[in-house]
């Protein structure tokens, strides 16, 4: 069955960085756009960043462009989101998502991984 | 790339129907069929409802439906069940990324 497993969130300080990792599992990997997507304590869904199946495109949210980049290793079945200057309005639980209708049709998602930014 | 408009809250009684709509901002849900709906759980991960402004994807009851009708996207819940009290979110793509909905706390 399709799986997505986040890890790597936690504390930082602002000004900071941190990398999230997605690992997947039960579908071909490299057939598939992948996304990440935040929600902010109490708030909603909020559209971090898409990489294309083959990793050829790429783009970001306006709130995260030029600060976090987005990748993926099709050797580890597994996608990355390199967050650098951290803000403490990055705040979030951040979500990866399979794109199962080249549509932003999000049909998997992980469970989530929480990156708190705070001194 | 500003968030779309939905109704902050909405409300129905168990066998009623109720429409939450999405409004672009011009340059998204008008442009693109490239719509999608999520319903949201507390605690819980999104699961997608609706994709292609009208799909529903395996498994998904079909008192699930969705429209577009100019820049504003629509979702029905028919036949309102108990279960059916979550937040909802629409998706649309813009031409160069993607931006949610403010969101939708539906109470049954």
């Known amino acids: 069955q399709v799986q997505l497993v986040e890890s790597g969130g936690g504390v930082v300080q602002p000004g900071r960085s941190l990398r999230l990792s997605c690992a997947a599992s039960?579908?071909?990997?490299?057939?598939?756009?992948l996304h990440w997507v935040r929600q902010a304590p109490g708030k909603g869904l909020e559209w971090v960043a898409v990489?294309?199946?083959?990793?050829?495109?790429?783009y970001y949210g306006d709130s995260v462009k030029g600060r976090f980049t987005i990748s993926r290793d099709t050797s580890k079945n597994t996608l990355y989101l390199q967050m650098n200057s951290l803000r403490a309005d990055d705040t979030a639980v951040y979500y990866c998502?399979?794109?199962?209708?080249?549509?932003?049709?999000?049909?998997?998602w992980g469970q989530g991984t929480l990156v708190t930014v705070s001194s | 790339q500003s968030a779309l408009t939905q109704p902050a809250s909405m409300s129905g009684s168990p066998g009623q129907s109720i429409t939450i709509s999405c409004t672009g901002t011009g340059s998204d849900v008008w442009n693109y069929n490239v719509v999608s709906w999520y319903q949201q759980h507390p605690g819980k991960a999104p699961k997608l409802m609706i994709y292609?402004?009208?799909k529903r994807p395996s498994g998904v009851s079909n008192r699930f439906s969705g429209s577009k009708s100019g820049n504003t996207a629509s979702l029905t819940i028919s036949g309102l069940q108990a279960e059916d009290e979550a937040d909802y979110y629409c998706?649309?793509?813009?031409?160069?990324?993607?931006?949610f909905g403010t969101g939708t706390k539906v109470t049954v």
């Open positions: 039960g579908f071909t990997f490299s057939s598939y756009a």
């Open positions: 998706c649309s793509y813009d031409g160069s990324s993607n931006v």
């Open positions: 998502a399979r794109d199962g209708y080249s549509s932003v049709g999000l049909d998997y």
């Open positions: 292609e402004v009208n």
């Open positions: 990489i294309w199946y083959d990793g050829t495109n790429k």
